[in-house]
């Protein structure tokens, strides 16, 4: 039985590590004070409020739907988010052609 949990808890544990990191990158981004971004043809601002509506969990967090900018984003949080609920959250950066939010 122990073997069979094996897999699930090393995924927990590159979860943990990835929410880490990404907590870790979004102070770092803060910390760095304004940056300018471009999504689809729109200026961006480092905290810049959006409203963004959840798609589903993911690994460390949300995948979210930025319909002001036809853009998938994502949320690290620990904080339970249903599906279809509407949130506002900050603008960080872009990473891996999502973008990357924070909750306010």
């Given amino acids: 039985m122990k073997q069979e949990n094996e897999p699930h808890r090393k995924e927990l544990t590159n979860a943990a590590s990835d929410v880490q990191r990404l907590q870790s990158e979004v102070v770092a981004i803060e910390n ?51 599906d279809g609920e509407e949130i506002f959250a900050q603008y960080i950066c872009m990473h891996n052609d999502k973008m990357l939010l924070s909750l306010r």
């Avoid at 004070?33 to 949300?62: K, N």
Wanted: glycine share 16%.
């Fill in 32 to 82: 760095a004070g304004p940056i300018d971004g471009v999504v689809a043809g729109v200026d961006l601002q480092l905290g810049q409020s959006i409203a963004c509506t959840v798609l589903g969990a993911e690994p460390g967090g949300y995948t979210v739907w930025i319909s002001m900018h036809n853009q998938k984003g994502f949320v690290p949080t620990e904080r339970p988010l249903k």
